[in-house]
């Protein structure tokens, strides 16, 4: 048994702003994936992964919802004959590893699923991405939907808020000198404390307002950016979220780089901003010229996401 393929998301821009229902912007990345496979002889990674396969199954047999049901039968079965997921895609790294395994048991095994040939209303997304949020927060606490959501689909998705997702058109890439790219922190990072240092820090009013009136303004108009091409109006957005977040996320910047973040500031070489929770994993680089951004970060290991 050989499984449809699985890919990574990245989130571009909309990290903890979602929470507080800014906008946000998934587009999948498709230099990682995974699929559901079968073994005779598992060991190593492919047994452990068998062994968390049973737990999630475990977890599903006790999900109590009108939501969504599963021919758990068949899934029990298939695991007791060697199934295991095999993946490409770097746990602890932001960009949806759990996420892929959600969309591909669903797609495997449960009833009545909606499919990407349909046509997505947003009813539609809305019902997948509650399917979604049930199914992942067996891996990490109380997930979104979000990530396998993206996965399932393979397209880019346009958060407009919590209840108002659409599929996004993205401009096609350019053979320009601008680009996207991941920068390897060579860390893990784990997204649940991440997410309880930023639910204490709401506590505070000074940082509820700073998320309002500017995280989530430069946010947006991010988005509004790179949905229309405007690139020029683009890195100046992006640098002041890399500023916003320096000054207000350090905590989810691993120590290493803050000195580096700082760099693409002054120099305007790059600049930095998260990719999820933050705490390790990649960090997600803005810049208007690779070459320099690759000769300023050198030493580094950088991977191309989006050409400008």
Same mark, same amino acid.
């Given at each position: ?5 699985f890919y990574a998301k990245i989130l571009l821009f909309g990290e903890y702003g979602i929470i507080r229902d800014s906008k946000g912007l998934a587009i999948p990345y498709n230099a990682y994936r995974g699929a559901l496979k079968t073994s ?18 475990? #977890? ?12 758990? @039968? !068949? ?8 199934? #295991?997921?095999?993946? /490409?895609?770097? @746990? ?16 495997? #095994?449960?009833?009545?699923? $909606? ?22 927060? +067996? ?33 096609? @890439? ?5 680009? *996207?790219?991941?920068?390897? /922190?060579?860390?893990?990072? !784990?997204?649940?404390?991440? *997410?309880? $240092? ?8 000074? +940082? ?24 020029? /109006?683009? +890195? ?16 989810? $910047? ?5 000195? *580096?973040?700082?760099?693409? $500031? ?21 810049? !208007?010229?690779? @070459? ?7 030493? #580094?290991?950088?991977?191309? *996401?989006?050409? +400008?």
């Amino acid at each position: 048994m050989k499984g449809p393929l699985f890919y990574a998301k990245i989130l571009l821009f909309g990290e903890y702003g979602i929470i507080r229902d800014s906008k946000g912007l998934a587009i999948p990345y498709n230099a990682y994936r995974g699929a559901l496979k079968t073994s005779e002889n598992l060991e190593g990674a492919t047994k452990k992964s068998n062994e968390n396969l049973y737990k999630f199954y475990i #977890y599903l047999t006790s999900l109590n919802s009108d939501l969504i049901s599963f021919n758990l @039968q !068949e899934f029990k079965t298939d695991l007791e004959n060697g199934m #295991y997921f095999d993946s /490409s895609i770097p @746990q602890g790294y932001g960009v949806g590893s759990s996420g892929a395994l959600v969309a591909s048991v669903y797609d495997k #095994y449960a009833h009545d699923k $909606i499919t990407v040939l349909e046509n997505l209303t947003r009813e539609k997304l809305l019902k997948l991405k509650g399917v979604f949020s049930l199914m992942e927060s +067996f891996f990490h606490g109380n997930s979104s939907g979000l990530d396998p959501l993206n996965s399932y689909l393979s397209l880019p998705i346009l958060i407009n808020s919590k209840e108002h997702l659409e599929p996004a058109g993205i401009p096609s @890439q350019k053979e320009g000198k601008g680009a *996207v790219f991941l920068l390897d /922190s060579e860390q893990i990072g !784990e997204t649940e404390p991440m *997410v309880n $240092i930023f639910m204490n820090k709401m506590k505070n009013e000074g +940082f509820r307002k700073m998320l309002n009136e500017e995280f989530v303004t430069y946010t947006d108009a991010c988005i509004e950016d790179f949905l229309h091409g405007n690139v020029a /109006s683009l +890195f100046g957005n992006v640098k002041s979220l890399s500023k916003v977040v320096l000054k207000n996320f350090k905590p989810m $910047i691993p120590d290493a780089f803050h000195k *580096v973040w700082e760099k693409g $500031i002054k120099t305007n070489d790059y600049y930095l901003k998260l990719c999820g929770s933050g705490g390790g994993g990649y960090i997600l680089g803005f810049t !208007e010229d690779y @070459q320099k951004a690759q000769e300023s970060l050198k030493g #580094y290991k950088l991977e191309l *996401v989006y050409r +400008f």
